[in-house]
């Protein structure tokens, strides 16, 4: 089976303008989860999506938000981008049942200058 | 908050067995350990998890205290590629998120 799928693999962008993240999870996975990445914070949660629906939120502002196609595949937005919004952004994907384990994509490294 | 608590790093030397410990004192019944690991600039690899039995599968053995409070990852013949961050990450039977805490950098010297 094909892994999970994320593009594109860089970016940079400037302040102030807004960015999408694509991610293509392994074929039969219906959930999609999405995490932050930076030196200072480490790994940090930002929401989960299943069956085009958000079913988790971390705590992150609302200029983040994502969403699911009907083909489970997920994008993220972040809007107003700051500089702090510098980091690797992870997708990772998991087949719905009571201890699923989540496979991670190989991640966007999103620069802003 | 991550739930767990792991030495912050440690090294082995290639070809012996790297064992991972791993604190989870206030881990309820319906909890599972989850073990994963990142390798430099890469997404984190799924590696194994567990309830209350050991586990073992072709990358790794789990061992986990008979009252759950802790456990062990087992590497049983480390190599150079073994050198990343292991992550220790207790999460419920259903629709919880993954909280990573810092994770121990493991290196695995020649």
């Known amino acids: 089976k094909a892994g999970v799928t994320q593009t594109p693999r860089y970016l940079i962008k400037t302040r102030g303008q807004q960015v999408t993240l694509s991610c293509s999870p392994i074929s039969g996975h219906r959930s999609v989860s999405w995490y932050q990445q930076t030196p200072g914070q480490g790994l940090q949660f930002l929401f989960e999506?299943?069956?085009?629906?958000?079913?988790n939120k971390g705590n992150f502002p609302g200029r983040f938000s994502g969403r699911q196609f009907s083909n489970s595949r997920s994008e993220m937005n972040v809007s107003t981008l700051e500089l702090g919004d510098s980091a690797l952004y992870l997708c990772a994907s998991s087949f719905e049942g009571q201890t699923y384990e989540q496979y991670f994509g190989p991640g966007t490294r999103l620069t802003v200058t | 908050d991550a739930k767990t608590t792991q030495p912050t790093s440690m090294d082995c030397a290639e070809g012996r067995a790297a064992n991972l410990p791993c604190n989870h004192s206030?881990?309820?019944?319906?909890?599972?350990v989850y073990w994963y690991r990142q390798i430099h600039s890469q997404g984190p690899q799924y590696i194994i998890h567990g309830l209350k039995n050991n586990e073992t599968n072709e990358m790794a053995s789990l061992i986990i205290t008979e009252d759950r409070k802790s456990s062990t990852l087992i590497l049983p013949h480390a190599t150079l590629r073994d050198t990343a961050v292991y992550y220790c990450i207790v999460r419920n039977d259903y629709g919880q998120n993954f909280v990573f805490g810092p994770g121990t950098r493991l290196s695995v010297l020649p």
């Open positions: 999506y299943f069956s085009e629906t958000q079913r």
């Open positions: 206030t881990i309820s019944g319906n909890e599972y």
